[in-house]
């Protein structure tokens, strides 16, 4: 299963009061881990039991003795205690490796959280087969690829009981890209200001995330494609007039992979939408448009486009330029492009 399959099942089991005895989050995707521990730490414990039977450690500041010692423990007057190790990558793999032995044969009492971020335990070392030996949850949280943020925002404004649409949570996943947890903030603070059952429209993430629905790359996207010369040039002006906000080498690199994902197109002609939208990496919401647009760039164009966009890049970065603001370069390749 992905990463977020096994997300989903782990908080799934424990909103239905399933703990295993010992969970090990590790990855480079923190967001997960600190999602998983937090619904552990919320749903182990009721309130009243937290004062004695619930420990955090510090992987800075706790040693492997420390941490067994703790977890052989009994619980007072509770099911169950909990115990959890934040920062563990902190620790050597041989100081892991010394937990070894509790991990196969942990203590039915204990809930032990060890929370390993940005990188992985090495799958080569029997630390993880011990684990699952033992009853416990290995979780590997791995970076959520591009193309798979959007459905992820949509899933998670879905969980909160909002719609989130596809152009919406295209538009939201590019403006704030690869940080998850900042993604998930924002989404979050737009389910706050959305009445249950409500839509998140683009004209609500222009006002709280401020993010310009008329003016953004994914509308740059589409007035290139559809030939809207206007449009587009409209667009690069406004580009031009926040340079801070909109700058040129992100504006060049998302419409490289633009043209790349056209190029895709062509050379996927004849095949279904669903083939389509696996070849693409995009979300089948997209496909029709995708197809649309390619009609108007044959692969050949598509080629002198890229070597367009490949002089603009060098120009912006003072080589071959001559002088030209990035406003007007972008001014002068959308020309050339729809030329």
Known sequence: MSTLDDYKKIMADLRGGKFKP?????????????????EIERLALEDHERDFNQTILYGRDADPDQV?????????????QLVIVRELQNWRIDAVEKLEAYFQKPTPTTVLVLCY?????????TILKSVQKGGGQVFLSDKV???????????FAKNQKRRLGGPEAALLANHLGSDLAKAMKEVEKLCLVTEEGGTITSDIIQRFVGISKDYNV???????????????????????????ENPLVVTLGFLN???GKLAQVHSVAGKSQAEVASALKVNPYFVK????????????????????????????KGLGGDGSDHGELLRELLAKIMA
């Not at 193309?147 to 949509?154: A, G, N, R, S, T």
């Not at 448009?289 to 108007?296: E, H």
């Open 218 to 244: 994914f509308e740059l996207q589409h007035a290139i494609g559809t030939k809207n010369g206007l449009k587009a040039q409209r667009i690069a002006n406004h580009f031009a007039s926040d340079p801070k």
């Open 257 to 259: 992979t633009y043209f």
């Open 145 to 155: 690829r591009d193309d798979k943020l959007p459905d992820l925002l949509i899933s």
């Open 289 to 316: 448009d995708y197809m649309a647009q390619a009609r108007n760039y044959p692969l050949g164009r598509i080629v002198e486009v890229q070597r367009h966009l490949r002089q603009c890049d060098l120009r912006s």
């Open 117 to 125: 971020k940005h990188k992985k335990i090495d799958g080569r070392k």
């Open 22 to 38: 010992v969970y090990v989050l590790h990855g480079e995707e923190g967001f997960f881990i600190d999602r998983i521990a937090l």
């Open 68 to 80: 067994k010692d703790t977890c052989l423990r009994y619980p007072m007057m509770a099911e169950r």
